[in-house]
C-alpha cells in the first residue's frame, strides 16, 4: 500500500514508518523537520521535507503522491506553548490537518489515521478514562486535537472517507526529543547521561500513563487493516508518579542522584490514565512492554547515542 506519513522524521512517525517500510510497504515522509531529524527516516522511505501550514506545497504533495492511506503525526505537541500561543498550536493542528483533508478527498485516500491525545482530551477525571467520556480538553492543544477529531468525523459523514483516531497517553522510547516541555523519561535521561541534575517539578506526586514506542507502532499497524472508524485509546491504564520515573531512570543509569524539586507548573492536571479495552476489543491491541524494560531500552539507547 502507499502511505503517506506526516511527522515520519519525529519520534513516533519514525518509528511507524520503520514498521511500514519493514511490511513492504511504500512510504512517503512529509516533515518540515521542526522537531524531527531526518536521520530518522528510514532509507526505504521518500522524504520530501515541506510544511503542512503551507497549503499550496501540502495539496500539491498529495495531489501528485496519491496514497491509498495518510497517516498524519505531524503537529505542535507542546501544551504549555499552547496555552501561550493558541493561534501558532491551531495553524499547525487544525489549518494543517485541513489541508491535507481537502485534498484527501479530492484524490481518493481511502482511510485516514491520526495521532491524537488521550492525556490532554478527557479534563479532570475519574481514571482510566475511557472513550466513552466525555471530551473536555483544557488546553488549546488539547482543544486543537479535539477539533481534529471532529473534522475527520465530518469528512466521514460527508465523504465516506474512514478514519482511526489514536488517542495516546505519555508515549516514551528511543529519539523522543529531550528538549520539549514532555517527555519526562526522555529528558531525565538525557539530563543523567550528560551528569546534570534534573529537576521534578512539583512534588513529583502527578501520575501519568507512559506506554512504550514499540505498543504504539503496534497500534499504528493493526489499524491498517482495521474496518473500525473513530477513536481508540492507546495507554496501559497504570498510573506512574513523576518521582517514581526519576528513580526509575536513575536506577538503570545505575547512578546515585537526589531527587530536586522545582516550583509546579500551572495547570497539571493531578492523574492521568487511560482504559485500553476498547483498543483490545477493536483492534486486538494491548501493551507489552513493562515500564521497567521499557526504561531499561531507553537509557541504553541513551548511552549509546551520547547526542540524540
Ligand atoms: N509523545 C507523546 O507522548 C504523544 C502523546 C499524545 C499524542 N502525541 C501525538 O503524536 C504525534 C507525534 O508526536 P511526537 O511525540 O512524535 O512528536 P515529534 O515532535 O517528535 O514529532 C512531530 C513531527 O512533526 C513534524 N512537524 C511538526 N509540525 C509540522 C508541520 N507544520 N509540517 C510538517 N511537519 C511538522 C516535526 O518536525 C516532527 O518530526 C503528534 O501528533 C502528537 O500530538 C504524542
Redesign the pocket.
Known amino acids: 500500500m502507499k502511505i503517506l506519513v ?2 515520519g ?5 519514525s518509528h511507524v514508518v520503520d514498521a511500514y517500510c519493514a511490511a513492504h510497504h511504500e512510504v512517503v515522509v ?7 531529524k531526518q536521520e530518522f527516516v528510514n532509507e526505504q522511505a521518500q522524504f520530501i521535507k ?4 503551507d497549503q499550496e506545497q501540502i495539496q500539491q504533495i498529495v495531489r501528485e503522491e496519491r496514497p491509498q492511506l495518510i497517516n498524519h ?5 507542546q501544551v504549555g506553548n499552547s496555552v501561550k500561543d493558541p493561534q501558532y498550536d491551531a495553524t ?1 493542528n487544525i489549518l ?1 490537518l485541513l489541508h491535507i483533508m481537502e485534498t484527501a478527498k479530492e484524490v481518493g485516500v481511502e482511510k485516514i489515521i491520526m ?3 488521550g ?1 490532554a482530551m478527557y479534563g479532570n477525571k475519574q481514571t482510566p478514562f475511557t472513550e466513552e467520556m466525555k471530551e473536555e480538553p483544557l488546553s488549546p492543544y488539547g482543544v486543537s ?1 479535539r477539533a481534529g477529531e471532529l473534522y475527520l468525523n465530518y469528512y466521514h459523514e460527508q465523504y465516506d472517507l474512514p478514519y482511526i483516531v489514536l488517542r ?1 497517553a ?2 516514551y522510547g528511543p529519539r ?2 529531550p528538549h520539549g516541555e ?2 519526562v523519561i526522555a529528558i531525565f535521561s538525557e539530563m543523567i547521561a550528560a551528569n546534570k541534575q534534573p529537576i521534578i517539578n512539583g512534588d513529583g506526586t502527578h501520575t501519568r500513563d507512559y506506554v512504550y514506542i514499540d505498543d504504539v507502532v503496534k497500534a499504528n499497524v493493526s489499524a491498517l487493516d482495521s474496518n473500525f472508524v473513530g477513536a481508540l485509546n492507546i495507554g496501559t491504564g497504570n498510573e506512574i508518579s513523576t518521582n517514581d520515573v526519576f528513580h526509575k531512570v536513575v536506577a538503570q543509569f545505575e547512578k546515585n542522584i537526589p531527587e530536586q524539586h522545582g516550583p509546579e507548573r500551572p495547570g497539571e492536571q493531578v492523574t492521568s490514565s487511560l482504559s485500553y479495552d476498547k483498543a483490545q476489543q477493536v483492534l486486538g491491541w494491548k501493551p507489552t512492554v513493562q515500564f521497567d524494560e521499557g526504561v531499561r531500552r531507553v537509557v541504553e539507547w541513551y548511552q549509546s547515542n551520547q547526542n540524540p
Open positions: 506526516t511527522g522524521a519525529g519520534f513516533i512517525g512529509v516533515d518540515n523537520l521542526s522537531t524531527g515541506a510544511d503542512i501550514t503525526h505531524a503537529a505542535h505537541i499547525n494543517g495521532a491524537s491525545t492525556g486535537k495516546y505519555n508515549v523522543q526529543n514532555s517527555g
